[in-house]
Each structure stands twice: as structure tokens, then as C-alpha cells.
């Protein structure tokens, strides 16, 4: 029975209800609240746009109360797998193997954040080693959900669902994710160093557009967006609007058949 209820929880195998008035709210807290309490207990003056979220994580920066912000975004880490997993089920009738890239890389995602938060733990012993572990766990986590957005996204694109529910669909993670690929373009165009835009490409060198205070703040926002609005958007599949006790009910039935 424990075993079942872990693997429903990473499954996302749970009613569209409890993951909207439960596990919605719960990952707002763990993530966004915790954020601003560790803020407010920060030593010093944080200023969100300038600054990165992990500077609230390190024990250099913030001796007292660093273990605030790691334990909230650990439990976000978990708590992104359900919604993930509802989402990627919902559409994989629609593209069966994108939906599972999508599952994948949000999986990817938030084993990397949960990695991200608990190994700066050590780092009142002075390892660089493990700052540059938070780093590069930190870029995976970013990159990964990312890629599971785009997924899903492709995936609701070509989706077989009700004209106003695709709609609607579409329209809320373009919000989140045409603005993502937008500020991607632009970077690799700087990075292009093209002659022809030069002037443009002057511009968008300039630092206060891409301060990475602001877009971690930002990007954390649409991740959210994104995974509410899958959930509130997606039709409920049979198997999560079925109780935990019925289904191991008629899996325990469905082995002693096979058994017989």
C-alpha cells in the first residue's frame, strides 16, 4: 500500500481536485512563500532583480537561515513531479512519445533542483567543488524544464481536444513559453556576433537585460503558470478520478486472476 501511494504520488496519479486544492497550493508555498520569507530573513539587502535565488541558499551569505530556502525548494522538487506526470498523461494519447520527453525532462528537472538545494548544505567547509556541483545542477534544472515545456507545448499544438479547450490551452503556455524562446533567439543572436546587426546586437548586450536575478524570478513564475494551467486545462483521465482503495482493489483482483 505505501509502496503504491509513492508511485501514485510520482505518477501524478491523483484527482485533478487534490492536485489543484492540495498539491497547487503546497508547491506555491514550498517555493514562492519560502522564497519571500528567506528574503525577509536575509542578512543583508536582497535585491531580487540583480541577485540570483541561490545566494539565499548559500551558508556564506546567509549562515542563519540558508536552510529555509533549501528545504522549501527540496520539496518543490518533489512536488513537480505529479503535476508533470498528470500533464504528460493527458496528452500522451496526442503524441505519445513527445508528452514522454516532456515527463522526462520535468523529471530531469526537478531531481536537479532537488540536487541544487540540499548540496550546498556542506558549504560552510569551504568546497568549491560542490558550488560549482550547485551551479551545474542549477543550469541542468533550468535547461531541463525548459525542454519538458517545449514538449508539452508541441503536444497541445496538435492536441485532439475541444476546439475552446485547445484554445485556451495553447493560449496560456504560449504566454509562458513564446516569451522563453523569444529571450533564447536573442541570446544566441548576440552570441551570432552578425555584422549586418550590429546595432541591434549592441543593444542587447546591455546587462540590465539580462540580469539573472530577474529571469530566475521570472522563469520560476512561468514554470508555475504552466503546470496550473496544464491541470486546470486537461481533461481528467479514468484511471486519477479512480480512489487509491479502488484501484489496488482491482489490481489485487486483476493478480489473483492471473494467479488462478
Same mark, same amino acid.
Given at each position: 500500500?505505501?509502496?503504491?501511494?509513492?508511485?501514485?504520488? *510520482?505518477?501524478? @496519479?491523483?484527482?485533478?481536485?487534490?492536485?489543484?486544492?492540495?498539491?497547487? #497550493?503546497?508547491?506555491?508555498?514550498?517555493?514562492?512563500?519560502?522564497?519571500?520569507?528567506?528574503?525577509?530573513?536575509?542578512?543583508?539587502?536582497?535585491?531580487?532583480?540583480?541577485?540570483?535565488?541561490?545566494?539565499?541558499?548559500? #551558508?556564506?551569505?546567509?549562515p542563519?537561515?540558508?536552510?529555509?530556502?533549501?528545504?522549501?525548494?527540496?520539496?518543490?522538487?518533489?512536488?513537480?513531479?505529479?503535476?508533470?506526470?498528470?500533464?504528460?498523461?493527458?496528452?500522451?494519447?496526442?503524441?505519445?512519445?513527445?508528452?514522454?520527453?516532456?515527463?522526462? =525532462?520535468?523529471?530531469?528537472g526537478?531531481?536537479?533542483?532537488?540536487? =541544487?538545494?540540499v548540496?550546498?548544505?556542506?558549504? #560552510?567547509?569551504?568546497?568549491?567543488i560542490?558550488?560549482?556541483?550547485?551551479?551545474?545542477?542549477?543550469?541542468?534544472?533550468?535547461?531541463?524544464?525548459?525542454?519538458g515545456?517545449?514538449? *508539452?507545448?508541441?503536444?497541445?499544438?496538435?492536441?485532439?481536444?475541444?476546439?475552446?479547450?485547445?484554445?485556451?490551452?495553447?493560449?496560456?503556455?504560449?504566454?509562458?513559453?513564446?516569451?522563453g524562446?523569444?529571450?533564447?533567439?536573442?541570446?544566441?543572436?548576440?552570441? =551570432?556576433?552578425?555584422?549586418?546587426?550590429?546595432?541591434?546586437?549592441i543593444?542587447?548586450?546591455?546587462?540590465?537585460?539580462?540580469?539573472?536575478?530577474?529571469?530566475?524570478? =521570472?522563469?520560476?513564475?512561468?514554470?508555475?503558470?504552466?503546470?496550473?494551467?496544464?491541470?486546470?486545462?486537461?481533461?481528467?483521465? #479514468?484511471?486519477?478520478?479512480?480512489?487509491? @482503495?479502488?484501484?489496488?482493489?482491482?489490481?489485487?483482483?486483476?493478480r489473483?486472476?492471473?494467479?488462478?
Amino acid at each position: 500500500m505505501q509502496y503504491r501511494i509513492i508511485n501514485d504520488f *510520482f505518477l501524478g @496519479k491523483f484527482r485533478k481536485s487534490t492536485l489543484l486544492l492540495v498539491l497547487a #497550493p503546497l508547491l506555491f508555498v514550498s517555493y514562492f512563500a519560502v522564497l519571500v520569507v528567506a528574503v525577509w530573513l536575509f542578512p543583508s539587502k536582497y535585491e531580487w532583480y540583480h541577485k540570483s535565488i541561490s545566494k539565499l541558499l548559500y #551558508p556564506a551569505n546567509n549562515p542563519t537561515f540558508y536552510a529555509i530556502p533549501s528545504s522549501g525548494l527540496t520539496i518543490s522538487g518533489f512536488l513537480i513531479f505529479p503535476f508533470a506526470a498528470y500533464i504528460s498523461r493527458g496528452l500522451r494519447a496526442e503524441w505519445r512519445l513527445c508528452a514522454e520527453v516532456g515527463f522526462g =525532462a520535468f523529471a530531469t528537472g526537478a531531481i536537479s533542483l532537488v540536487l =541544487a538545494s540540499v548540496v550546498v548544505w556542506p558549504l #560552510p567547509f569551504g568546497s568549491v567543488i560542490l558550488l560549482r556541483l550547485h551551479e551545474t545542477f542549477a543550469r541542468i534544472c533550468a535547461l531541463a524544464l525548459g525542454v519538458g515545456m517545449l514538449a *508539452f507545448y508541441a503536444c497541445a499544438v496538435r492536441a485532439n481536444l475541444s476546439p475552446r479547450r485547445r484554445r485556451l490551452l495553447v493560449a496560456s503556455w504560449s504566454i509562458v513559453t513564446v516569451p522563453g524562446i523569444v529571450a533564447v533567439a536573442l541570446r544566441l543572436l548576440v552570441a =551570432a556576433k552578425l555584422e549586418c546587426l550590429n546595432r541591434l546586437c549592441i543593444w542587447l548586450k546591455n546587462p540590465q537585460l539580462w540580469q539573472l536575478g530577474f529571469w530566475e524570478w =521570472a522563469g520560476s513564475v512561468g514554470v508555475f503558470i504552466f503546470l496550473l494551467s496544464g491541470i486546470i486545462l486537461l481533461p481528467e483521465s #479514468p484511471e486519477s478520478r479512480r480512489p487509491l @482503495k479502488d484501484r489496488c482493489v482491482v489490481e489485487s483482483d486483476h493478480r489473483e486472476r492471473q494467479t488462478c
